[in-house]
């Protein structure tokens, strides 16, 4: 009779490093806040956009006799109504991930409140 084989288990080591490397399109994007919803694939969608005043689409200057600018005629100004919401990007990513992203900005925001809190203390005299 042969001996049953013995199955060993991969050992894994105790720690791994994790590199981050920007990509080619990484960015520092402004964010007043974040549009959001799923779509018909079930994954969930965080649109961040920074807000605005609208930027007019012409003015007009009075000139003197020499052709030199004096002031705008803000009577003339065209310009959109209201407060523009520039969309910044689209994060699309997985239910199983924005959950996981919940939770770790809930933790992390909350560890910075802390931190605030007791930066404030320090402070005060």
Do not use: C
Request: glycine share 6%; hydrophobic share 40%.
């Amino acid at each position: 009779m042969s001996e049953p084989q013995k199955t060993e288990l991969p050992v894994f080591p105790s720690e791994i490093p994790i590199h981050f490397v920007k990509g080619n399109h990484f960015r520092v994007a402004p964010a007043s806040g974040a549009w959001f919803g799923a779509d018909p694939q079930g994954n969930f969608h965080l649109t961040f956009y920074s807000e605005r005043m609208p930027l007019p689409k012409k003015i007009i200057f009075k000139l003197n006799e020499k052709g030199q600018f004096l002031h705008e005629d803000i009577t003339k100004r065209e310009s959109k109504d209201g407060i523009v919401r520039e969309l910044e990007i689209d994060i699309v990513m997985s239910i199983a991930s924005a959950q996981g992203l919940l939770q770790l900005l809930s933790q992390n925001l909350q560890a910075a409140v802390e931190a605030s809190k007791m930066a404030d203390k320090m402070e005060k005299p």
